[in-house]
């Protein structure tokens, strides 16, 4: 990395750290903030490892973190002091304290367990101790143009791994099992580029496509039968997430009309997607459309949701909605219809808001012909 590229994310990350604590305390004399999530800390750090601690205060950071992790912190964390702990991660805040003026210790309520708010009251005193909500999460919502270029990324590491399965034809997929093909689409992502799979790669053949978070398993895909895919790539800490289904033969006639239906409910989803748009109604606009084909009650979940440090991450798309998009937020469209006994069919894109409107970031087709092997 260049002195300048370090000099760039040290400016960056330093104004991500002022805007949190800001955010969450106001006036930020005599207050620190402590921040256990790893994304968050991550994205406030530039931190990629595991175990590890943020302190904010006003003019300060302090990354706490082990033996293992102690040239990494220092290579990835520019303009965060390092605090390398012997014994346990909350005598290190105490450790880190001592002698600074710190009033109150706000704590991340979503990611601190009972037992870890023990142990830190035990070791700072609980009377310290304040809880602070999602402010973090609201931050990372909105993401700047080298976040994109990480999703972005992460998408195409997706996409290339797809293409080579689908490129294989029926021939390959039928006879395999469904973990394993699972298997080969995280093996190709890592070859074009990806750190792993972004979450656990779903490949439901048949009748377990009706199932919307399936779990691969030992059953072997069929000839003439649907296969539903929902997978993603990590690529320098930010996720994709897309889902297709494809068609090693004949596609069954109960499938290609919900297919159909699901494909233009997520052109209705994309379409309506601009900033100030209530996530909401970005919901209604794919829900609608299947409610009228009547395939409502086969429709179980939101529309989607925001990607970035996580897979799953604010806002929501969804009817119970509500927030409003802003220019800068990622988002997945991913209407499906689920029919017990029978199969389903989700499809998933990335799609960025951009000021005016929306940009797909994923480039794969959706028409049913270009997904029969």
Partial sequence: MTKQRKRNDSLVYASRRRVALREAWGKTDGVAMLVTHGPDVGYLCGFGGEDSLLLLAQGWSCLLTDGRFSSQAAGQCPGVE???????????????????????????????????????????????????????????????????????????????????LISRGAAYVVGRSEREIAAVLDYRMRLAGASGPSFETIVASGANAALPHYRPGGRKIRRDEPVLIDWGAMVDGYASDLTRVIFP?????????????????????????????????VDSA????????????????????????????????????????????????EPGIYLPGVGGVRIEDDVLVVPGGRRKLSSLPTTIESMIL
Avoid at 268 to 280: D, E, F, H, L, Q
């Fill in 82 to 164: 390092i605090h390398v702990r012997s014994g346990s991660i909350f005598t290190a805040v105490a450790d880190v304290l001592k002698g600074r003026r710190i009033r109150r210790i706000g704590v991340q309520e979503a990611h601190v367990t009972l037992l870890q708010r023990r142990l830190l009251g035990g070791a700072i005193g609980a009377r310290r101790i304040r809880p602070i909500d999602e402010v973090i999460g609201r931050l990372r919502q909105v993401k700047d143009a080298a976040e994109i270029r990480l999703i972005r990324k992460a998408v195409r590491a997706a996409e290339d791994a797809f293409r080579w």
């Fill in 286 to 333: 794919a829900r609608k459309l299947i409610d009228k084909a009547g395939y409502g009650g086969g429709f179980v979940h939101g529309l989607g949701h925001g990607i970035g440090r996580e897979v799953h991450e604010a806002p929501s798309l969804s009817a119970n909605a509500r927030n409003r998009l802003r220019a800068g937020m990622v988002v997945t469209v």
């Fill in 249 to 281: 033969g004949r596609i069954p006639p109960s499938i290609a009309e919900v297919y159909e239906v699901v494909r233009r409910a997520q052109a209705a989803g994309i379409a309506a997607i601009r900033p100030a748009v209530s996530c909401k109604s």
